[in-house]
């Protein structure tokens, strides 16, 4: 039998016994009605989101993937379209756009925040040929219809740099806020949640999320009550009255059960977001502390400045460190759960070799693949176990100093 970790990288059964009778009983209330798809438990769900999140439309999706792909299928984008975003990302951000026939283009990171880089994405554009109605073509002649930046690890991209490219090369801006539940932005128009920028957004509640569910499930949200019902039909096999089918879509539908586990954890989710600051910021003072000279890059925190409290929501704690592996290898010896996210950019991987990039494309997403590495963050987590974390990686990292001197 293996031994549990010192440290797990996550616990979800710490939460639960905070919650478990809570569930229970919502879980019994869906089991005493027997309406298990859509319904009353799920439309409920919607409304305290829309309410939370200050979104007008929010539509239950079964995973963050579909809602993604629903967006795009109700905005119509497919072959001849062209999508750009980060190569830095979990794979379903790209592997919706591609799935839909459409080319995803590429923009290389910011190296402290690992976010889409408004820059990159300004250089990218400016090689393209424009139309005369103003919209953008790619080198492969498709058109660049949306730019999808994805709000990584916890905290929202540049959304007004963003927004001004899109604005000017008419592009639909699509937020991937799957791992941004929560999360605020200080907009000059001022400070706005993850999901309420662009067109249409996305969030997923797989388990390990902020706010997860007991299985997959995911949101769309929009603005837009056209693009609301669409996004209702697409879930729902394309179907706007009974076996009425005005467009093809597929089953994306948001279980109730999912729901009502969902809608226990809703409230206490601002709490378990201050409870990851709160710890993020141990780790700062302590790294300070065992770490003077340096060694170690603390995640960014590109918006604190502004007071907002939730300016971040630490979905990962990813700090950088450039003997990666030596470092890995000292904390699965310490037994300190961690992981990396992610070891390959998406421009390297086998299955987009068709797009044509190749290594050294996008130097800063590689780099960050390199060096990335994710601590445990999770709410529950106690003083004790975040003080062995950050005296084995300060560990790790003064060994191989000293090793190279
Ligand atoms: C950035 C990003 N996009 C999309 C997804 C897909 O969400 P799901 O796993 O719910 O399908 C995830 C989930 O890990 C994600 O982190």
Redesign the pocket.
Known sequence: MSTPPKVPLLDLTRQYQQLAEGVRQRVAEVFAKQQFVLGDTVEHFERRFCEMFGTAHAVGMS??????LAVFMALGIGRGDAVITTPY?????AG?IDRLGAETVFADICPDTMHLDANRVAQTLATMRRNADGTLLTQRGNRLRALVP???FGSVCDMDALQKLADEYQLAVLE?A??AVGAKYPSTTGTRDAGTFGEAA?????P??NLGGAG???MAVCQNPGLAARLRAMRNHGMTASYHHEMVGGNFRLDALQSAVLQEKLPHLAAWNAKRRHNAALYKRLFQEFLPEGGVVLPAEPWAASGIADHHTF?QYVIRVANRDHVKQHLSGAGIGHAVYYPLPLHLQPCFAHLGYGSGDFPEAERASRESLALPIFPELEEHEILAVAKAVSEAVKSRTETNR
């Open positions: 995973s963050g993937t579909d809602a993604e990302t979990f794979f379903a951000t919706c994805v709000h990584l991937d799957s791992q996305w969030f997923s509640f797989f390990t999320k997959d499930g995911g979905h």
